[in-house]
């Protein structure tokens, strides 16, 4: 069973950067594309970034694509998502997730297979 823990959520300002993390146990991290899906109060929940565990592929949702940067660690079984240039309407609950299927874009379409707890980012203005 694949276990996902996020971390490095908070608040940070308008603007600014923060880099959220998360760490795999439990599974073979190299075979599972990870990413990052998000739900903001009243919202349903929504695919944000991924990353594809062959050749390592991204796609990204559009509102996010050329401010966040989804990258992967195999080494330390670890997946992060750097986000730049937030504003307030990144404010979610951000939960990294995982898929045995191959194609990034798959996690915008199947819902993955394995999901952490997430963690709470705020924008403020």
């Known amino acids: 069973q694949v276990q996902l823990v996020e971390s490095g959520g908070g608040l940070v300002q308008a603007g600014g950067s923060m880099r959220l993390s998360c760490a795999a146990s439990?599974?073979?991290?190299?075979?599972?594309?990870m990413g990052w899906l998000r739900q903001a109060p009243g919202k349903e929940r929504e695919f944000v970034a991924a990353i594809s565990w062959s050749r390592g592929g991204t796609f990204y949702a559009d509102s996010v694509k050329g401010r966040f940067t989804v990258s992967r660690d195999n080494a330390k079984n670890t997946v992060y998502l750097q986000m730049d240039r937030v504003n307030v309407e990144d404010t979610a609950i951000y939960y990294c997730?995982?898929?045995?299927?191959?194609?990034?874009?798959?996690?915008?379409?199947?819902?993955?297979?394995?999901w952490g707890r997430g963690t709470q980012v705020t924008v403020s203005s």
């Open positions: 439990g599974g073979t991290f190299s075979k599972y594309t």
């Open positions: 997730a995982g898929t045995p299927l191959t194609a990034a874009l798959a996690m915008a379409e199947i819902e993955p297979r394995y």
